[in-house]
């Protein structure tokens, strides 16, 4: 009865404590409360988020991990922290990184121009989708600091790919991915030309080689993996690209993307930032203009004209012209806010919002009149580089003024209602698209960013849940030097009552951006690998070593509580490939593995097969032991690598 009280909400804390009192507990509840200070409505918060011990969350969010450069997983509501994914950065604990691990280890693949680059800016995660539904298989992750694109499987939660774009130098508005990811999209966000040649940053050159664009990276969803050669890119004048989203349902087969900097603002410093060269700033020079534009895109056009070859290739890369696209009537320019930075499709696909920082309203376009307009050549006029520009005011559905600094928007289940993050207000505004009504405005703490609904950006939202993706936390966290952690606030916003904060939780890793939430029952991941499903899986009673000159392979087994075998001698000089075979069949049987000084390290799971390699540098003796606490017998797990 207390939980269905609980679920349902219908009765207040004050029966919840007679309840209790009927129990013989009332009192212990009573005085909690008042040495902690509580009120009953951060009980009744408590009681919303507790979940038992063995009880599993509803929901999983997979956000991005800012500079940490990795996915970061954890439940709602209890807001519990259960996964860092490696991407981009070494990752200690999964060994994603270290040695060269089957399946796991691609940093290699993220080398650009002969460089091994350890870090990564993660941004926006894009799970992978069926008819515009999230289906649990794959999520996607890009990198804005070094221009590349992550594919993880969800079978395994591990990163099985690393993409790098070929022609851009920076990007942002990436991954998103189309209604049935047919393609995961990457735009460009600071121009630059295409080439890996100098160009000198002059006005002329800026307007003339420098670029931004966006790429449609072609998934094969049987292979799990994004497809270069299948790829292509459209080119874009060189506006600062943001924020994406792709079409749904009735806007299927197009994309939108914001942009800044139309003014083509080059920067107002001279050469080394020694003197103040123009009256403008950066920030003033990027922002003279009243309105930027919105990139619309018809990406099956595109797609049929890299099918026929009208395409150039750069870098290898194939690159469809801007006046390829005008001609096949495939790219438009919409004006919107100054310095917009929320691009959001509403769940039937006929509406997009977009928030421009610098104004206090959100703009909802009718993705019906666009087409309209499209359809008829009702052109207000071209942009320098010949990209049709349509009329704003016969493309609008409504504007609202919600506040200052609005962003980012999310779905709600219920029909009109969206969540728009407000960043100088430091709120979450609700409101209605279609009515054009602001309802309310939550205050959260501090700052506010992305936010994120459950399943918000899908044709099939679920509401129940908000995440506001706070930038600062300031005074809600213990002191902890002076970068403190980020705050993700768990709202609730069920049925029609107003939104209530529930719990505040410090990211301590990195700075998230985005996140997207999904129902945890799409989710069928695997609870330990198949036998013999790795090529170089080492069956028990075979283990051996091999040498060929100085090219040395151990084939091992780990089983609680031994490796197998336990000593091995090799010379200084030689190359080792090691596999090591986790025999276990129980589940979270993981064993890891390491030998000491050599900077390597694996995490071996149930069935699993490993390869380290690794040169011999060293001599010396060099312990080697199971790095999971897998056994009462784990500091018995050890041998020796003997390196004469």
């Not at 600091?145 to 990163?159: M, Q, S, Y």
């Not at 299927?252 to 410093?269: A, C, K």
């Not at 469809?320 to 499709?345: Q, R, T, W, Y």
């Amino acid at each position: 009865m207390l939980n269905f009280i609980l679920r349902k909400r219908q009765l207040g804390l004050a029966l919840l404590v007679s309840l209790l009192a009927f129990s013989g507990s009332a009192e212990t509840l009573k005085e909690v409360a008042k040495k902690r200070g509580l009120t009953d409505k951060d009980l009744l918060a408590a009681a919303k988020t507790y979940t038992p011990s063995g009880k599993k969350d509803e929901y999983l969010v997979f956000s991005s991990g800012g500079q940490a450069g990795q996915l970061i997983v954890y439940g709602v509501p209890s807001m519990r922290l259960l996964k860092y994914i490696g991407v981009f950065t070494p990752e200690p604990w999964s060994g994603y990184g270290y040695g060269e691990v089957e399946g796991m280890h691609r940093l290699k693949e993220g080398m650009i121009r002969g460089t091994k680059i350890t870090w990564g800016d993660t941004h926006h995660p894009a799970l992978s989708e069926t008819n515009g539904d999230y289906d649990g298989q794959f999520v996607f992750i890009n990198d804005k600091a070094n221009p590349r694109v992550a594919v993880i499987d969800l079978k395994t939660f591990e990163t099985v790919q690393i993409v790098v774009n070929p022609i851009f130098k920076s990007e942002h508005g990436s991954s998103v991915v189309t209604p049935n990811t047919e393609y995961a999209m990457e735009a460009a966000q600071y121009p630059a030309p295409y080439s890996n040649k100098y160009v000198a940053l002059t006005q002329k050159n800026f307007n003339e080689i420098y670029r931004g664009g966006i790429t449609y990276w072609k998934f094969n969803r049987e292979k799990g993996r994004l497809m270069p050669k299948q790829s292509f890119t459209v080119e874009l004048p060189p506006y600062m690209q943001d924020i994406t989203d792709a079409g749904k349902l009735i806007s299927d087969g197009w994309s939108f993307t914001n942009s800044i900097n139309t003014e083509r603002y080059i920067g107002g410093f001279g050469n080394g930032n020694t003197h103040l060269k123009h009256k403008l700033a950066n920030e003033a020079g990027m922002s003279a203009k009243d309105t930027d534009y919105m990139h619309i895109v018809n990406w099956r056009k595109a797609e049929k004209l890299f099918k026929a070859g009208k395409f150039k290739k750069i870098n290898g890369h194939a690159v469809i012209s801007m006046k390829d696209m005008v001609k096949a009537n495939a790219l438009f320019l919409l004006p919107e806010s100054k310095s917009p930075h929320g691009c959001d499709v509403s769940p039937d696909g006929r509406y997009i919002i977009v928030a421009g920082k610098l104004d206090t309203h959100a703009t909802v376009y009718d993705f019906k009149k666009i087409k309209r307009l499209i359809d008829k050549k009702d052109f207000a006029g071209k942009d320098p580089y010949g990209i049709p520009i349509l009329d704003m005011q016969k493309s609008i559905h409504k504007q609202v003024q919600l506040g200052l600094g609005p962003l980012h928007s999310q779905f709600d289940k219920e029909k009109g209602i969206v969540y728009t993050s407000l960043y100088v207000d430091s709120a979450v505004a609700r409101w209605d698209y279609l009515k054009g009504k602001l309802l309310e405005k939550l205050p959260i703490h501090y700052n506010i960013g992305h936010l994120v609904t459950a399943e918000g950006d899908t044709v099939n939202p679920d509401g129940k849940y908000l995440i506001a993706l706070n930038k600062l936390a300031i005074d809600r966290f213990n002191q902890v030097g002076p970068l403190h952690p980020q705050n993700h606030q768990l709202i609730d916003i069920k049925g029609k009552k107003p939104m209530s904060l529930l719990y505040d939780m410090p990211l301590p890793l990195g700075e998230p951006h985005y996140a997207q939430m999904i129902k945890a029952d799409k989710l069928k991941p695997v609870i330990r690998y198949k036998k013999r499903s790795f090529k170089n899986y080492v069956r028990p009673g075979k283990e051996r070593v091999e040498r060929k000159g100085n090219k040395v392979t151990i084939h091992s087994t780990a089983i609680r509580s031994h490796y197998s075998p336990e000593v091995i001698s090799i010379k200084k000089g030689d190359h080792v490939t090691w596999h090591i075979t986790n025999v276990e069949r129980a589940q979270d049987q993981t064993h890891g593995f390491t030998v000491d000084t050599y900077n390597l390290h694996a995490s071996i799971e149930p069935g699993e097969t490993v390869t380290l390699k690794f040169v011999a540098t060293k001599s010396g003796v060099f312990p080697f032991y199971c790095t999971e606490f897998c056994s009462a017998l784990h500091l018995e797990m050890s041998g020796y690598l003997l390196v004469k």
